[in-house]
């Protein structure tokens, strides 16, 4: 009965199946996250135009404030989630390309019994 | 028969050793699949508070007189983030939708509480409107993710 499970290459090829996911994964997280907080400086910086131009009061001011704080929260729990998305999708990629040299090894030493019935 | 029955053995051995290393490699969740129901349920809820922001822009801001003239948004708001919140929280591995949740309703409160005591000027309308489509953004961010994630793994 033969195994035959190049682990190095094995090793290798669920890297390859793994990273692309972790790029991609990691640019759309990246990129979301970049355009919200340029939202948030932006909206942040109109109230304090908005405060100094007695437009609104400082107590509004800081009810507007108050109230993006809790969005950019949102913002970041988003972002996690898509890392955790991209974490699974590399984790998935890699498993399954192990799972498919066992496949492969296992199909192999089978192969190779002989039954003696 | 003694070769026979080591043979035997010796497969039955090799098969759950098989199964076992392939179960250990069957796929991992990390974050709750997919939800419609939230999706649909955060796409109303933004369509109904725009809709509510856009009266309040037209008729020139809310004081907190006009307050009790939009109860009935802030009381559906609260149903349906409730209704949102328990089906988040029935799911495994969803905390960052519920937390989310949290946050949106927390919004609402705050929302609330500024109009019944202080009113809505017309100036604080866009900012507000932009705060909210903000978080939506993110709700909708996480869960259209999740979405393309299933649909990757029924591809497969």
Redesign the interface.
């Known amino acids: ?1 033969q195994f035959k499970l190049n682990i190095t290459q094995v090793v290798n090829d669920m890297l390859q199946a793994a990273i692309p996911h972790l790029a991609k994964g990691g640019q ?1 997280a990246s990129e ?1 996250a970049s355009h ?1 907080f340029q ?2 400086i932006i ?1 942040i910086e ?2 304090q135009t ?1 405060a100094e131009e007695g ?2 009061s400082d ?2 001011a800081q ?2 404030v ?3 704080k ?6 970041l ?2 972002v ?3 890392g ?2 991209a ?3 590399a ?2 990629a890699a ?2 390309v ?2 498919n040299a ?2 492969a090894a ?1 199909g192999a ?2 192969k190779s ?5 | 028969m003694k ?2 029955k080591l ?1 035997n053995s ?2 039955a051995a ?1 098969a759950t050793l ?1 199964i076992m ?2 179960a250990s ?7 709750a699949p997919y939800d419609e129901r939230i999706e649909n349920g955060i796409t109303e809820l933004q369509k109904n508070t725009t809709e509510f922001f856009v009266k309040i822009e037209r008729q020139g801001g809310s004081d907190n007189n006009d307050y009790n003239n939009h109860v009935e948004f802030y009381d559906n708001s609260k149903v349906a983030m409730k209704c949102l919140l328990i089906r988040a929280g029935a799911t495994a591995q969803n905390e ?2 519920e ?2 949740i949290s ?2 309703m ?2 609402y409160e ?2 609330e509480k ?1 109009h019944k005591t ?1 009113g809505l ?1 017309p ?2 309308i866009p ?2 409107e ?3 489509d ?2 939506f ?3 909708l ?2 869960e259209v ?2 979405k393309e ?1 299933n649909e ?1 793994k029924e591809g497969e």
Not at chain 2, 25 to 31: K, R, T, Y
Request: charged share 20%.
């Open positions: 009965m759309q979301f919200e939202q948030f909206n109109h109230i908005m437009k609104v107590e509004e009810f507007l108050d109230q993006y809790l969005s950019i929260k949102a913002v729990l988003a996690e989630g898509l955790v998305i974490a699974q999708k984790i998935n498993l399954d192990l799972k066992l496949n296992l030493a089978f019994i002989k039954f003696a019935i | 070769i026979r043979s010796c497969v090799l098989s290393i392939l490699c069957a796929s991992i969740q990390l974050i960052k939708t937390d989310q946050l949106l927390e919004k705050s929302l500024q202080i000027t100036y604080t900012s507000l932009a705060s909210f903000q978080i953004r993110a709700i961010t996480l993710a999740k994630l990757e």
